[in-house]
């Protein structure tokens, strides 16, 4: 029966890392000011009580792996790192004068790219001087994605003595095959090493990032990285979906045929089987694509009902006012989204003036703010419902017709003023998502824009 269904709902759509998703932005009606009035208005809202949070994208790779979706500059140049540092400050000078007072930093992430690729004085500078116009939170969450070929012992204990407990490594694959077309050659003893190390240093929450649905994968060489993953017990997991979006991304996911790649069905093995392998082994699936040990407080954050999702994936804690920083970088003020320049001499350019380097922006309306709970609730709670007056809108029972079918497929459970997604519906919560998103709903693509959903 699940093949049926895969085959019926495996169809291009979003992550829901936001909604309005990036493609269905109202660009035109964006403007910088209007975004900055929202930006003030959540930080009153929030500041005194949760704070905000700092998303910082460190961008230089030394190599290109042709997997990654992320906005990255490829250069083995590291007298690029000082200029570009004095960029971010300077962009975060610019919000510090916008918001008028200091600031209490609840939650920072450092991605990229690759933020390990930076030397460790180079991360010091940066952080201790944002750490000296704001204040942090009493239990901050500062958290940072470290590459296990270039992550030193030394850049570990530097970010742990700033504060940061939480690191993951994007592990990907075991197999040297597969480490050979996705250009990620990383030997096992490096992630070893840099796990080991971070546990003795004092990290108390050491993820491992993996993606299935890539080319020349098989179940055995799946079965394989997760049980030498599993060996080292990470507190956490993220279990992707390779998204094969090369009309977007293009040459660095052309460099293998889509005839290397694993069909839909054999790719839903690999999460399915992987699944059940990892919960076998004490692991709980937390969302989408994620899973934990019950100790991790990720998972007490789904049992609290206090887990979030946003452009950097699940996060156990939450703030209305993320703030991106560095090139490609998005904001969120929760009324609104910017993203920053995603070419580099444009966000110099733009900083160069004294701007601002926000290219794009989405200013949510009524609709999108009630739509945006919807989707959030999916996808972090599995379920949502609309017995009060603030989550109804006027196109819900249209939605509920889009969902018959799915619930009659046992994907979902549909109450008086409620849906919960079932256990056999969590493999398609974008799709069931894909029902309230009445932005792509009223404007079909039609060109393929997003990856496949299974």
């Known amino acids: 029966m699940k093949n049926t269904l895969i085959n019926k709902y495996n169809i291009p759509g979003p992550r829901y890392t936001s909604y309005p998703t990036v493609p269905y932005w109202d660009e035109e009606s964006f403007s910088k000011d209007r975004y900055i009035e929202t930006l003030k208005r959540s930080f009153e809202e929030s500041n005194d009580n949760e704070g905000i949070s700092l998303y910082l994208h460190l961008p230089f790779c030394e190599s290109l792996c042709t997997f990654c979706a992320c906005h990255k500059r490829i250069t083995k140049k590291h007298e690029v790192e000082d200029p570009y540092i004095q960029a971010i400050l300077k962009e975060w000078r610019m919000y510090l004068d916008i918001l008028g007072r200091k600031p209490k930093i609840k939650e920072i992430h450092l991605g990229g790219g690759t933020p390990t690729f930076f030397s460790e004085a180079n991360l010091h500078h940066l952080l201790t001087t944002i750490f000296s116009t704001a204040d942090l939170a009493e239990h901050p969450e500062l958290s940072f994605e470290g590459h296990p070929n270039n992550t030193r012992r030394t850049h570990l204990q530097t970010l742990y003595d700033l504060g940061f407990r939480r690191v993951s490594f994007g592990v990907q694959d075991y197999d040297p095959i597969v480490q050979k077309a996705i250009h990620r050659i990383q030997p096992a003893e490096n992630v070893l090493n840099v796990t080991n190390a971070a546990r003795e240093i004092g990290y108390t929450s050491v993820s491992h990032d993996l993606i299935f649905g890539l080319p020349f994968q098989t179940w055995k060489s799946m079965e394989n990285t997760i049980r030498r993953t599993i060996a080292q017990k990470p507190d956490r997991l993220a279990f992707y979906s390779y998204a094969h979006v090369p009309w977007i991304k293009g040459n660095g996911q052309r460099g293998y045929d889509e005839n290397d790649l694993p069909s839909g069905e054999e790719k839903r093995a690999l999460y399915e089987n992987g699944k059940a392998l990892l919960e076998e082994l004490g692991y709980v699936e937390i969302g989408m694509d994620h899973f934990s040990l019950p100790s991790d407080d990720l998972y007490q954050s789904m049992l609290s009902k206090k887990i979030h999702r946003n452009f950097m994936g699940y996060t156990s804690s939450s703030t209305q006012l993320m703030i991106g920083l560095g090139v490609s970088a998005i904001g969120d003020s929760w009324y609104g989204f910017a993203q920053n320049e995603k070419v580099l001499e444009d966000y110099y350019a ?49 939605v509920l017709n889009r969902l018959q079918e799915m619930q009659a497929d046992g994907l979902i459970e549909i109450g008086s003023n409620y849906l919960k997604i079932t256990d056999l519906g969590r493999t398609f919560a974008r799709n069931i998502c894909m029902s309230f998103d009445l932005r792509m709903l009223r404007n079909q693509p039609e060109t393929r824009i997003f990856s496949m959903t299974v």
Not at 375 to 394: A, R, V
Request: hydrophobic content about 40%.
């Open 350 to 398: 733009r900083l160069e003036a004294n701007e601002l380097p926000l290219y794009r922006g989405h200013l949510l309306n009524q609709e999108d703010l009630i739509i945006r709970r919807h989707i959030l609730n999916l996808m972090c709670l599995l379920e949502t419902h609309w017995d009060k007056p603030d989550m109804q809108f006027p196109e819900l029972p249209d």
